[in-house]
């Protein structure tokens, strides 16, 4: 009797001890089921978080390349406008240099041109200057020629002028005539009583 009291009491306490087994297990599962949910939730927000911040950033990204593309497309047309500016400027400058080029070409032909016009007039009056210097050579010699004629010429007159003299002094002082007769005629000398005369 005793025997089978103690018999159900063991099991009593072995039922009850499954039971509290049971129910620690059981919050033991239902403590980690809920920090498995948790978990759970935590990595979905985490999950959702970083699906947001990836958003955001594809995003930003986009609307960054969006605007680099505007910026690259106005950059592109500032260059482009740039480019023709510069086209524009090259052009002009090329025309300047055209211009300044022709413009050199004909001063240097104009220059040129002058300095040979120049060199031949020079020729020429250095041409001019020689026969002038030997034209004044040749006069400067004939009037030496001239002068040294002339000199003589007035030696020969004084000595003429001298016998001259020297013959009407003689003829004075001898008394006689001088008679002048025609070229083809011949001289003749006579004398008279009172006088002689001299025919020419």
Known sequence: MSSYTNSSSGRRRLVTKTDAEEKALDKITRE??????VKRETREQARQHRYTL?????E???????QDAANCVEGS?????KVVELEDRFQRAMFLYSQLDNEKSALLY???FQVDLLN???EEKDVLLQQSNRECR???SEVKLLKRTIEAMTVTQNNLKAEIAQRDRLIQENGLVLVEQEADETSEVSADSSGSSISM
């Open 138 to 140: 040749d006069l400067t």
């Open 60 to 66: 930003e990204e986009a609307e960054a390349y969006r």
């Open 120 to 122: 031949d007039d020079l």
């Open 110 to 112: 104009e220059h040129l």
């Open 32 to 37: 980690a089921e809920a920090r498995m949910r």
């Open 54 to 58: 990836l958003e955001k950033r594809v």
């Open 77 to 81: 047309e500032r260059l482009q406008d």
